[in-house]
């Protein structure tokens, strides 16, 4: 018998995105992106990103669809992320996902976003391995998971008290007039500054409570402590060396990243950990990863870039998943939770 066949569906932030996954090959991913009409404000506007995905949400899914040669009335079940996500957005997201459930009598999966993140890598590294550690970080979310299970038991480890890792670059970036989303600038300057020029602090190395949770990252410090240097020196007239400052932003949040992701991977027994969500297209980042993991014994995966960033893959392959276990449907009356 062939492998079951989900639709995924994902309108957690600005990517309206579906995609078609059968078994472990992808047979189609549509994303469309209202990135370019949040540019000019510097983030996000969910008023904005909701009525995109309004508009987007029937040419994507039947894109998606068209690309895999397929009718609705193929799909075996339909997955869509409940969560974490703006609210107004992931409305419009998994209403329409239930329309179409209901619609074609098809069963339904509301899912979470960021383990998402990790169940779309097995489209390039294959099955995850019981016991995994996995970091899914981005403008949305800094969190450290430990995966016994990707259908049914996945725990939260560590995660950000107050901005995400690539939230705090885009802030950095607009303070030096890089435009949004900045985290790429941050990213290729600093390959060119000096990472030990500008004292920057590492986001609650020690974690809330002495050694309490030692998992967790704060960012909105490391970003203060940057634009109080780049306001100092640009209250006495100095000339802000933006590699530098760059290259000191992002070593430091690249240590504290990798050094909490590995020391959780030897602190649980674990030998793999995977990596998510657009900020781990960091160059940084991704190097601090591999060292440290070539180390400490733990296989690190990086998937590639486009299967980082928000896509409709990861929610299929989520589905999957859950298909695959055994896990019960949702009922048609679930509600979503923007903060998941
Ligand atoms: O996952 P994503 O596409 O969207 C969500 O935030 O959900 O991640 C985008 C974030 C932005 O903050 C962007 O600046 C950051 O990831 N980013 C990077 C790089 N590429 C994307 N930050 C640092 N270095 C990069 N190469
Ligand atoms: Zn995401």
Known sequence: MSAPIILGIESTCDETAAAIVQGDTLRSNVVASSMAEHARYGGVIPEIASRAHQQAFVPVVSKALADARLELADVDAIAVSAGP???????????GAKALAWAAGKPIYGVNHVIGHVAVTQLQFGAIPPNTMALIVSGGHTSLLH???IARDVT????TLDDAAGECFDKVARLL??????????DRHAQRGNPEAVKVPQG????RAGKEHPYDFSFSGVKTAVARWVEQRQATGQEIPVDDVCASLAHSVAQVLARKAIGGCVA?????????????ANSQLRAQLLLEGQAAGVEVRLPRVALC?????????LGSN?????????????SIDSSM
């Open 85 to 95: 996500g703006l609210a107004g957005c992931l409305a419009v997201g998994v209403s």
């Open 147 to 149: 995966v016994k299970d």
């Open 156 to 159: 939260v480890v560590g995660t």
């Open 177 to 186: 007039g890089f435009p949004y989303p900045g985290g790429p600038y941050i």
């Open 204 to 207: 609650l190395t020690q974690g």
């Open 268 to 280: 649980n027994g674990s030998d793999t950990l995977i990596v998510g969500g657009g900020f781990s």
């Open 309 to 317: 960033t928000d896509n409709g893959a990861m929610v299929a392959m």
């Open 322 to 334: 859950l298909v695959d276990a055994g896990v019960s449907p949702s009922s048609l009356d679930f």
